[in-house]
């Protein structure tokens, strides 16, 4: 039985001693995401009216992008925190250490804890959308060309209209295929930021060193968090049916935290071996790593960060 099943096998197996706990806390997370689809919906509602009535005139087209913006800075403001806490809820949880609801709220207590997670979620925003659109970009314009000279919008003058017809229709099936390869490359390339929020949460420190840390944690790992994803589809496709939902969220976010458990607890020993066979929440530091006082030999490196000339705290400060 392969890793992946383990995991999964054992995370249903945490789940349901905290099934109740853990369907809440995705209910508290799922409605707040509902509330501001509500609030962009109901914005532009009200835009189109304003645009049919011309209260605004020429700056009518001006409002749409701003609801956009609006929103994205209310979620990156109210929830940042949530996720970060709930990073930290579901990760306590295949440790065996299950928290209350309230602790959710943990992130929204504190200067430095509250912005520290709205600090960590821009800057994964920031990376995601900036790889996002360097492997896409190309694709993009080349579909995008093509679709120009497949329609006849644009034409080359020495080139036949024809012509252009039919190299516009490979353009646009060519940039179609690299945009979906590019789409599955920067997926499986953005699995290196899936320990961030963990890190973060659990490992008390600053924002750039969790970063650090998932990037160096998941070399080699990544294509495998990718394979796990996928085999949650079939799941996540029968979330459409609304019910199946109420189980399917908690599961998945219960085993990509035992997932993630793993892969930590494994790159803080510095051990390049394959995850252990019997991943659970009683996960042990001590099941693998010989004792060095008992066996003679020196314990696995750990990750350690290059010296730096300033400290954590400096280092907080900055950020």
């Known amino acids: 039985m392969s890793v992946r099943s383990k995991v999964k096998i054992n995370a249903r197996r ?13 209910l508290i997370l799922l409605c707040v995401s509902f509330l501001f689809s509500l609030f962009m919906m109901i914005a532009n509602t009200a835009s189109s009216a304003l645009g049919y009535l011309e209260i605004l005139g020429d700056w009518n087209y001006l409002l749409s992008p701003l609801i956009v913006f609006t929103t994205l800075l209310l979620q990156l403001i109210l929830f940042s925190p949530l996720l970060i806490g709930a990073s930290k809820w579901f990760y306590r949880l295949v440790g065996s250490e299950p928290g209350d609801i309230i602790d959710l709220f943990d992130y929204f207590a504190g200067f430095k804890n509250y ?27 080349l579909m995008g060309s093509g679709i120009e000279l497949f329609n006849g919008f644009w034409s080359p003058e020495p080139i036949p209209m024809p012509v252009a017809t039919v190299v516009g229709g490979m353009l646009t099936i060519a940039g179609g295929v690299l945009l979906a390869l590019a789409g599955i490359f920067s997926w499986i390339f953005l699995k290196r930021y899936a320990l961030s929020r963990y890190l ?71 051990n390049t071996a394959e995850p252990p066979q019997e991943p659970t929440k009683e996960f042990s530091s001590d099941a693998s790593v010989p004792d060095p006082e008992r066996t003679g030999t020196e314990a696995p490196p750990v990750y350690s960060e290059p010296e730096e000339p300033f400290s954590d705290e400096s280092e907080t400060r900055q950020e």
Do not use: H
């Open 14 to 26: 945490v789940l349901w001693q905290n099934f109740i706990k853990a369907l809440i806390v995705v």
């Open 115 to 141: 912005f520290g997670s709205v600090w960590m979620e821009l800057n994964l925003f920031v990376r995601s959308f900036f790889y996002t659109f360097l492997f896409t970009v190309l694709p993009i314009l």
């Open 200 to 270: 973060y949460a659990e490992g008390g420190c600053s924002v750039r060193r969790a970063i650090k840390q998932s990037v160096y944690f998941m070399r080699g790992r990544k294509a495998e968090l990718f394979l796990f994803d996928l085999s949650y589809l079939g799941w996540l496709f029968s979330c459409l049916l609304v019910i199946p939902a109420f189980f399917v969220v908690p599961y998945y976010m219960s085993a990509k935290a035992l997932y993630a458990k793993v892969i930590i607890e494994y790159g803080q020993r510095g």
